[in-house]
């Protein structure tokens, strides 16, 4: 076995990766990842989950400890606290997309917000799924071997 098959690319882990976005048939967002800018496609750039991630998620249920361990925390207090270690850690940009017509302009205190919200859950989860997608943060070593 090749090891150097199993790399990841440090640039994609700290910079992350974009992924091209579609709505699906099911009302549900699906994606590809880009192996680099992506041009005129609507798309988010999302880090993969990892130490940063779980860094932000224990930051973001500090104030509601208590409560988390008496297990008497709100649902709607759950979806607020995932939503700011999503947007503080994983969520980097988006590009080429809009809300009610205007483009949007990311920024974490937006995606906080957007994220917290039932009705951006699809959004939510489909950060946290592409997050956990390893085969995305491959490094590509047949295109390095190509010169491309």
Do not use: H
């Not at 048939?25 to 192996?35: E, F, K, M, Q, V």
């Not at 008497?72 to 997309?97: D, F, H, S, Y």
């Amino acid at each position: 076995m090749e090891l150097n098959s199993i790399k990841l690319d440090p640039r994609k882990i700290t910079g992350g990766v974009w992924w091209a976005l579609e709505r699906l048939p099911d009302g549900t967002l699906g994606g590809r990842a880009l192996r680099g800018e992506p041009g005129d496609e609507p798309a988010l750039c999302v880090k993969p989950a990892g130490v940063e991630f779980d860094r932000a998620l224990e930051a973001a249920r500090r104030p509601y400890l208590v409560e988390i361990r008496d297990r008497r925390l709100p649902p709607e207090t759950e979806r607020k606290i995932l939503a700011e270690a999503v947007a503080e850690a994983l969520w980097v940009g988006a590009q080429n997309l809009t809300v009610g017509g205007e483009p949007l302009v990311y920024n974490k205190e937006r995606g906080q917000r957007m994220l917290a919200e039932p009705s951006w859950w699809n959004l939510c989860d489909f950060i946290l799924a592409v997050s956990r997608d390893r085969a995305a943060v491959l490094a590509d070593e047949e295109a390095k071997a190509a010169g491309n």
